[in-house]
């Protein structure tokens, strides 16, 4: 009996910690150092979010866009100095060294509070999201864009609990027939 007793212990601890949710934190929950979101050069910070309201109005996302179409952008220049420079944002077609033309860009001399917004509408496909600011030196930061694009290695961490459990289940369950064929015979 006791063994039983163990058995159901473990199956209830270890179902506990899989499906125990306290430790994940959304976007907004993370410090600006450990934000995905935030770019730092030299000292100086930049944030990006992107929205699309027309699908989700309370969806804040960052680099990884889920559905084509109208999609607002924000910049949030963090470091004062950045405030008094004039900055250029570029969304250019590809990323890394396949970086090809430019689709749009913006040029802004005003924003003492810090804030650059703007909006876009691209067709799927990988961009990237130059904002530099024309100081001296000049301050480069990059954000890769994937529009509608799956993106597997976010499919597979999101899959992987789950999957766990159901072979952890599957363990118990073969384990609790073994045992109860034993008793039985």
Same mark, same amino acid.
């Given at each position: 009996?006791?063994?039983?007793?163990?058995?159901?212990?473990?199956?209830?601890?270890?179902?506990?910690?899989?499906?125990?949710?306290?430790? +994940?934190?959304?976007?907004?929950? $993370?410090?600006?150092?450990? &934000?995905?979101?935030? *770019? /730092? @050069?030299?000292?100086?910070?930049?944030?990006?979010?992107?929205?699309?309201?027309?699908?989700?109005?309370?969806?804040?996302?960052?680099?990884?866009?889920?559905? +084509?179409?109208?999609?607002?952008? $924000?910049?949030?220049?963090? &470091?004062?100095?950045? *405030? /008094? @420079?004039?900055?250029?944002?570029?969304?250019?077609?590809?990323?890394?060294?396949?970086?090809?033309?430019?689709?749009?860009?913006?040029?802004?001399?005003?924003?003492?509070?810090?804030?650059?917004?703007?909006?876009?509408?691209? &067709?799927?496909?990988?961009?990237? @999201?130059?904002?530099?600011?024309?100081?001296?030196?000049?301050?480069?930061?990059?954000?890769?864009?994937?529009?509608?694009?799956?993106?597997?290695?976010?499919?597979?961490?999101?899959?992987?609990?789950?999957?766990?459990?159901?072979?952890?289940?599957?363990?118990?369950?073969?384990?609790?027939?073994?045992?109860?064929?034993?008793?039985?015979?």
């Amino acid at each position: 009996m006791t063994k039983r007793m163990m058995r159901i212990w473990t199956l209830v601890v270890t179902l506990s910690i899989v499906f125990y949710t306290g430790m +994940v934190s959304a976007h907004g929950k $993370v410090s600006l150092e450990s &934000d995905v979101c935030v *770019r /730092n @050069m030299a000292g100086s910070m930049v944030h990006l979010s992107t929205y699309q309201p027309q699908h989700d109005p309370e969806a804040e996302y960052c680099t990884e866009i889920p559905q +084509v179409g109208e999609t607002f952008w $924000v910049v949030d220049l963090v &470091d004062e100095a950045l *405030r /008094n @420079m004039p900055i250029v944002v570029q969304i250019v077609r590809g990323s890394g060294e396949n970086i090809s033309e430019t689709v749009t860009s913006l040029y802004s001399t005003n924003h003492s509070d810090g804030v650059i917004k703007g909006e876009f509408n691209l &067709d799927e496909g990988d961009y990237t @999201m130059l904002i530099t600011g024309e100081g001296v030196p000049p301050l480069r930061y990059e954000y890769p864009l994937r529009i509608q694009m799956v993106n597997y290695a976010d499919v597979m961490r999101t899959a992987v609990p789950y999957m766990i459990v159901i072979l952890l289940l599957a363990l118990f369950t073969n384990q609790f027939m073994k045992w109860r064929r034993a008793q039985q015979s």
